[in-house]
T-cell receptor, first 113, second 114 residues
Framework: DTGVSQNPRHKITKRGQNVTFRCDPISEHNRLYWYRQTLGQGPEFLTY????????KSRLLSDRFSAERPKGSFSTLEIQRTEQGDSAMYLCASSFLTGGGYTFGSGTRLTVV | QKEVEQDPGPLSVPEGAIVSLNCTYS??????FMWYRQYSRKGPELLMYTYSSGNKEDGRFTAQVDKSSKYISLFIRDSQPSDSATYLCAMSAGLTGGGNKLTFGTGTQLKVEL
């Protein structure tokens, strides 16, 4: 296992288009998290899954955002009708059910033009 | 006021210097404290993980937590140019206090010069 994998690494899209990102966590980890990071800021929590159940969503996650984790393995984050304010690095992380520090992926950098 | 405050820097030090990075926080429910290192255009990498108050040492890195003052620190000894990165503090209330959701500081940008 080579860690948390995110694809694509970089996505450029026009305003109003839909985008989808994928995260493959460390296989032994039960929990999967999505964070968003803008320039000069620390990552901000968006949502997390325990196995296939989405247990919490931040108020930052508007109705245009949806996340899934079918079968408790990989996860997808979709943004509909993208806006320029959605431009950010989207980070995925995973951890054991018993907690501990996360392992982050390298992120997907979204640029909305 | 943010839950976690961190001086954004930038901080520039000569090679071999001792670096001190700090964060303060306001949420007394935080029990787990972490330091992450983030290189440009990469995801954060876990450096140190501590529970409650006390010190933890790992090689050139020492993490300190003072829950009574709501203050955490990371010390880097014998700093190297490869330590140049953004250092993020992060904390959580644990599994029963929010599902291990992390709250991050803004990050301190460190440059170690030859």
């Amino acid at each position: 296992d080579t860690g948390v994998s995110q694809n694509p690494r970089h996505k450029i899209t026009k305003r109003g288009q839909n985008v989808t990102f994928r995260c493959d966590p460390i296989s032994e980890h039960n929990r999967l998290y999505w964070y968003r990071q803008t320039l000069g800021q620390g990552p901000e929590f968006l949502t997390y899954f325990q196995n296939e159940a989405q247990l919490e969503k931040s108020r930052l996650l508007s109705d245009r955002f949806s996340a899934e984790r079918p079968k408790g393995s990989f996860s997808t984050l979709e943004i509909q009708r993208t806006e320029q304010g959605d431009s950010a690095m989207y980070l995925c992380a995973s951890s054991f059910l018993t907690g501990g520090g996360y392992t982050f992926g390298s992120g997907t950098r979204l640029t909305v033009v | 006021q943010k839950e976690v405050e961190q001086d954004p820097g930038p901080l520039s030090v000569p090679e071999g210097a001792i670096v001190s990075l700090n964060c303060t926080y306001s949420n007394s429910a935080f029990q787990y404290f972490m330091w992450y290192r983030q290189y440009s255009r990469k995801g954060p990498e876990l450096l140190m993980y501590t529970y409650s108050s006390g010190n933890k040492e790992d090689g050139r890195f020492t993490a300190q937590v003072d829950k009574s003052s709501k203050y955490i620190s990371l010390f880097i000894r014998d700093s190297q140019p490869s330590d140049s990165a953004t250092y993020l503090c992060a904390m959580s209330a644990g599994l029963t206090g929010g599902g291990n959701k992390l709250t991050f500081g803004t990050g301190t940008q460190l440059k170690v010069e030859l």
